[in-house]
C-alpha cells in the first residue's frame, strides 16, 4: 500500500534510533520509505555523509517526494540539505514551525533534533509536517522564487 508519497530519510548516529522509529511508523501510515542511512550505528560517522544524498534526491525528484533528515539537534542537518539547490529544509520543533514550513515554504525536507524531541514528538511533528498542504498563495510562491534565485 502506498499514498502515492515516496520519503527518503537519513540520519548519523545521533539520530539513528529515531529513524528506524520513523521508518516503521511512515510505512504504517502508507508511505513508501527509502533509508539512506546510517544503517548501522557508528558514534564516529559524519551526518553530511547520510543528509547530502538525501538533499540531492529531494532536489531531483520535486514531486511526491519529501525528505527527513535527523541529528542531535537538526541545526547541521538543515544547514547541509540547504546547500542543495531545490531543497527547502525546515529544521521543525513544534507544531507551529511544522505547519508553517510547509504552507508558506513549502518545505520539502524535514530536518529533527533526536536529542531535542522525544519519539513520540517527532512522529506527531512529521505526520503534522507531511499531511499540511502548501498554501499556493501568490506572495508565498513569489518569496519561494526568491529564495530560489
Known amino acids: 500500500m ?3 508519497v515516496k520519503i ?3 540520519t548519523d548516529h545521533a539520530g539513528f534510533k529515531l529513524k528506524e522509529e520513523l521508518k516503521i511508523f511512515l510505512l504504517d501510515l502508507g508511505y513508501d520509505v527509502e ?3 546510517a544503517y548501522r550505528f557508528d ?3 559524519d551526518y553530511p555523509d547520510f543528509i547530502i544524498p538525501v538533499a540531492k ?3 531531483q525528484c520535486r514531486e511526491n517526494s519529501r525528505g527527513i533528515v535527523i541529528g542531535g539537534s537538526g541545526q547541521g542537518e538543515a544547514m547541509a ?3 542543495i539547490n531545490g531543497v527547502r529544509a525546515a529544521l521543525v520543533y513544534d507544531k507551529y514551525s511544522a505547519k508553517m514550513s510547509r504552507e508558506h515554504n513549502n518545505a520539502n525536507v524535514i530536518s529533527l533534533g533526536a536529542r531535542a524531541l522525544s519519539i513520540r514528538k517527532a512522529k506527531k511533528l512529521v505526520k503534522l509536517w507531511l499531511e499540511t498542504p502548501f498554501s499556493d498563495g501568490e506572495k508565498h510562491i513569489r518569496r519561494i522564487k ?3 534565485q
Open 2 to 4: 502506498s499514498n502515492g
Open 8 to 10: 527518503y530519510i537519513g
Open 35 to 37: 533509508d539512506m542511512g
Open 43 to 45: 558514534e564516529n560517522d
Open 57 to 59: 534526491v529531494i532536489a
Open 81 to 83: 540539505a540547504n546547500r
Open 146 to 148: 526568491k529564495i530560489d
